[in-house]
């Protein structure tokens, strides 16, 4: 079981490698493209993550739609061989999530519960990991639904499709 830690520390790294490598479209890290997911690697240390932003996006407060700005809207599933990370899922809402909050995960009417530290969440264990990406190979789409710092409630809508094609192809990348 990876520790809150050890997670927020990666949570940092992919932060700073998202914000540059989503936000050029022309980045020269990413080695695939499945349909609405795309593939990154780094070499050192060696990383790998399949990435998508939402397909759609709703902002609400008090009930009612607002327009409010965010940042990199972004669902990861990484690898990194380093540290033994396997499939690990994480969300950045582009926004600080509202301190003690849950951010939840619903797929097809699974329901998941992901915890979060400043702009970022994710599943509380390996275990977790697991369930989540099992459920994202089977999913149409996956609904993220957070609230802000600022009290907004968001919910974000990622396509799955090519989700296992595009996870698969960064778990081959890093698989030494």
């Known amino acids: ?22 936000a050029q ?11 609405a997911w795309a593939v990154f690697v780094e070499d050192d240390p060696k990383e790998c993550w399949s990435v998508s932003s ?6 609400s407060k008090d009930g009612r739609v ?10 990861f599933v990484s690898f990194r ?13 582009g926004y600080p999530f509202a301190p003690g909050s849950t951010v939840n995960l619903d797929i097809g009417g699974t329901a998941f519960e992901l915890f979060v530290d400043g702009e ?9 990991d697991a369930k989540i990406v099992a459920a ?6 996956a609904v993220m ?14 396509s799955l499709f090519g989700f296992t094609a595009a996870m698969d192809e960064a778990a081959k990348r890093c698989a030494n």
């Not at 479209?25 to 349909?35: G, I, L, Y």
């Not at 607002?66 to 669902?75: C, N, P, S, T």
Request: glycine share 10%.
């Open 25 to 35: 479209a022309e980045s020269t890290n990413r080695v695939a493209v499945e349909t």
């Open 136 to 141: 994202l190979k089977r999913g149409a789409e």
């Open 54 to 59: 939402p397909k759609q996006t709703v902002n």
């Open 120 to 128: 970022w969440a994710w599943p509380a264990s390996d275990e977790e």
């Open 1 to 22: 079981m990876n520790s809150f830690f050890a997670r927020s520390g990666v949570a940092a790294a992919l932060a700073m490698m998202a914000t540059g490598a989503f």
């Open 66 to 75: 607002v327009q409010v700005r965010r940042g990199d809207i972004l669902m």
């Open 145 to 158: 639904t957070g609230r802000s710092a600022r009290g907004t409630q968001t919910e974000d809508t990622f």
């Open 81 to 93: 061989p380093g540290s033994g990370a396997r499939g690990e899922v994480s969300f950045t809402g």
